[in-house]
């Protein structure tokens, strides 16, 4: 293990503790989770806009040089409850930067403010506005990390069951999809420095409310995966929630889905936050911008 690497394990095995701590309560711990979301410089020349799409606050999120007219629908992480837009942007810029594309980062309602299904249909309500809106879906991409990797593949199945045209390609980053075993409490334990199966078993009933955890919409590994767009998915081999993306995998399989699965050994959950830290993590956004890029719609050229 190179150093960067080791000392960034020790110090996220460090804040474990605090981070698991309930009497840190949902405002300590967004400010946890902002400063470590805040190690992701955007690039320079990155430009930020606060907008505003179907009521939802958006940050909008501009490479200094887009390569396409494409747009990167970016639904963040944090359990539901956690993370916000703003506290995404260095991240998001990274990953617009890479696949040369215009970022929106929705600031959905989070738990405990609003349950499910408030966050889906207000993601719902902004792809279907741009859609409405004259983009096209072959220029969009849709992806998400943690929570935000289920809420974009729950939002797919929504948008394929509202009979909505569906966008050119969905990217998941250590996609939290079943909530259904943290309410089991079955998640394995694996080698992650900060994350604990104790953790999704705190902030999934949250979310969840009365429902169904087995709900496609709350927990998409349950659902039908016929139909979606190409999924591009990177895990990380230390992260417990990780066996989400093996269901997802599997799904997949079955339904003919196309799936381009990389997967991470040694690394642990959501690592790409350290993208300005770490090689591995740049590595794994560079990827993942020109896979989501390479699904965009090309016009071809008219020849006379």
């Known amino acids: 293990m190179n150093l960067r690497k080791s000392i960034i394990r020790s110090a996220l095995r460090g804040a474990r503790p605090l981070f698991a701590s309930r009497r840190l309560g949902v405002v300590g711990r967004r400010f946890m989770l902002a400063t470590l979301t805040a190690a ?3 690039p320079k020349g990155t430009r930020f806009e606060r907008i505003t799409i179907a009521g939802v606050p958006v940050e909008r999120v501009q490479p200094r040089r ?3 007219n494409g747009t990167l629908v970016y639904l963040h992480g944090g359990a539901y409850a956690l993370g916000s837009a703003r506290g995404y942007r260095g991240l998001v810029a990274q990953l617009a930067a890479a ?3 215009t970022a929106l980062v929705p600031d959905y309602t989070r738990a405990p403010q609003a349950t499910y299904p408030k966050a889906l249909e207000e993601v719902v309500a902004i792809y279907t506005h741009l859609f409405e809106d004259g983009i096209d879906p072959k220029m969009i991409v849709i992806a998400g990390d943690s929570a935000g990797g289920g809420l974009t593949l729950a939002l797919a199945m929504e948008l394929r069951d509202r009979g909505v045209e ?3 390609a969905l990217g998941l980053i250590c996609p939290w999809a079943d909530l259904a075993i943290d309410i089991e409490r079955t998640r394995p334990v694996l080698r992650d420095p900060l994350i604990l199966p104790s953790m999704c078993a705190e902030w999934a009933p949250r979310y969840i409310g009365s429902f169904d955890p087995r709900s496609p919409g709350i927990s998409p590994v349950y659902g039908d995966t016929r139909g979606l767009p190409p999924i591009v998915l ?4 230390d992260d417990p929630i990780s066996v989400d993306a093996a269901k997802i995998e599997t799904a997949c399989a079955a339904s003919r889905t196309g799936l381009e699965h990389r997967r991470f050994d040694s690394m642990w959950h959501d690592f790409h936050l350290q993208v300005s830290l770490l090689p591995e993590a740049r590595e794994a956004i560079t990827d993942l911008g020109a896979r989501l890029r390479s699904h965009l719609h090309q016009p071809q050229e008219v020849v006379r």
């Open 40 to 42: 992701a410089r955007a």
């Open 234 to 237: 990177q895990t990380a081999g």
């Open 166 to 168: 569906s966008p050119a």
């Open 66 to 68: 887009a390569a396409t």
């Open 99 to 101: 696949a040369g594309m």
